[in-house]
């Protein structure tokens, strides 16, 4: 798989959004953003990707894709995603590999995003960090001394630890997983709960509605933030971290949601809070996927 090419091409999948880029002498450059809509199944985002980037880059040196579930990095297998429903044990690094002909690599989202994070400093590379993207689902990264902790493989799992066993059915299969209570679906969910009629499902807009004073859209966010710091507060039981950071599309809106949050963590929690926000953007997944991608060539 030889190749010319000096650029080294990000994929973020996921469940809502695909972002591509491609990093070339350090800078990472975004491309395009497109609606991942999983129900169309993984070959038809592949063709979609496969259009952008060969109309700008025919021989890439790299792509490295981070994608929302459950992955194999080993064999480069998607073994399931519960917010990319039907897409499973989907050998995404082949397929890549077949129709780009260069060198591939694949990770959680979340991770990729870690990875752009720990690669700016904005992550300490001294002591145990958490990761926490908050959007469409909940992902989540360990990062020991500059380093991903993987644990078996699919460490950070943050999402689908159960916060109430009696709760929410999780398209994961589980039940009262932390995602159905503390990501964008539950926001929506929240706020229609008051505002029956509504037909807004898109967590920016209420946070725009609640940025304005609407009291709903606030108190959708205040039940958010309180999810939010059980969640935290377990993870900070569990593992005892020198740092939380959060990122993702929900993070956006801190602001709304954060009192809430440390309010609830610190009524379960002993340890100081020390929770803040990446000032990473949203094509950071994809930069990371880039970098990772491009540590195949060195």
């Not at 010319?4 to 959004?17: E, N, P």
């Not at 590379?125 to 909940?138: A, E, M, V, Y």
């Not at 360990?142 to 109430?164: K, Q």
């Not at 929240?190 to 004073?213: C, M, Q, V």
């Amino acid at each position: 798989m030889s190749n010319t090419s000096g650029k080294h091409w990000g994929v973020d999948i996921g469940g809502t959004t695909t972002i591509l880029g491609y990093l070339t002498n350090d800078v990472f450059k975004t491309v395009s953003t497109l609606q991942t809509i999983p129900s169309e199944g993984p070959e038809k985002l592949l063709t979609r990707i496969w259009r952008i980037i060969s109309n700008i880059d025919d021989s890439p040196g790299s792509i490295g894709a981070g994608i929302a579930g459950l992955v194999d990095r080993k064999n480069g297998i998607l073994i399931r995603s519960p917010n990319l429903s039907g897409w499973v044990q989907f050998p995404l690094q082949k397929r890549l590999i077949k129709i780009f002909r260069c060198p591939v690599t694949i990770d959680n989202d979340s991770n990729t995003f870690a990875i752009r994070a720990i690669d700016s400093g904005e992550i300490s590379s001294d002591g145990l960090s958490l990761l926490i993207t908050l959007g469409t689902g909940i992902g989540g990264t360990i990062i020991h001394n500059g380093t991903i902790l993987y644990g078996t493989g699919h460490a950070g799992e943050f999402g689908h630890m159960t916060v109430d066993v009696s709760g929410e059915t999780c398209p994961c299969g589980s039940r009262g997983c932390w995602e159905r209570y503390a990501a964008g679906e539950a926001l929506v969910r929240y706020f229609k709960r008051t505002e029956n009629d509504s037909k807004i499902a898109d967590p920016g807009e209420i946070a725009k509605l609640a940025e304005a004073g609407n009291e709903n859209a606030l108190k959708a966010f205040d039940e958010l933030g309180e999810w939010v710091g059980v969640g935290l507060a377990n993870l900070s039981h569990c593992l005892s971290p020198s740092e939380i950071f959060l990122a993702g599309g929900l993070v956006k809106s801190f602001s709304l949601f954060i009192e809430h949050a440390r309010h609830e963590f610190n009524r379960r929690c002993p340890y100081e809070w020390n929770v803040s926000a990446l000032s990473s953007c949203s094509d950071a997944g994809a930069e990371g996927a880039a970098i990772m991608g491009r540590a195949l060539s060195l």
